[in-house]
Nanobody, 128 residues
């Protein structure tokens, strides 16, 4: 059984930084990609960033490019999202997700349907 557990969320002032972690357990050897999505109140869940675990190739939403960095530690089965220069519009519940499906181009991994497993989410609140 696969489990994804996010941590690191909290309240931060605009311009500040946070680092989110996503620890994976269970049958993780088949994972190809791990990604981060977020959902603000009243909005759809949206893609933030993804990393290909075999190569560390990354892909970002335009809204976070240059401010957020996704990375992974395969030995710890953990993926990180370093968030800097945070803005109030970054306020959302952040979800970690994992893909264990067939080969995909990394640009396809912006779609929620490409992910097989999801965490419970961690709240990030950015005050102005």
């Amino acid at each position: 059984q696969v489990q994804l557990v996010e941590s690191g969320g909290g309240l931060v002032q605009a311009g500040g930084s946070l680092r989110l972690s996503c620890a994976a357990s269970g049958l993780t050897f088949g994972f190809n990609f791990m990604g981060w999505f977020r959902q603000a109140p009243g909005k759809e869940r949206e893609f933030v960033a993804v990393i290909r675990l075999s190569s560390s190739s990354t892909y970002y939403a335009d809204s976070v490019k240059g401010r957020f960095t996704i990375s992974r530690d395969n030995a710890k089965n953990t993926v990180y999202l370093q968030m800097t220069s945070l803005k109030p519009e970054d306020t959302a519940v952040y979800y970690c997700a994992a893909n264990a499906g067939p080969f995909r181009h990394i640009a396809a991994m912006t779609q929620r349907r490409e992910y097989d497993y999801w965490g419970q989410g961690t709240q990030v609140t950015v005050s102005s």
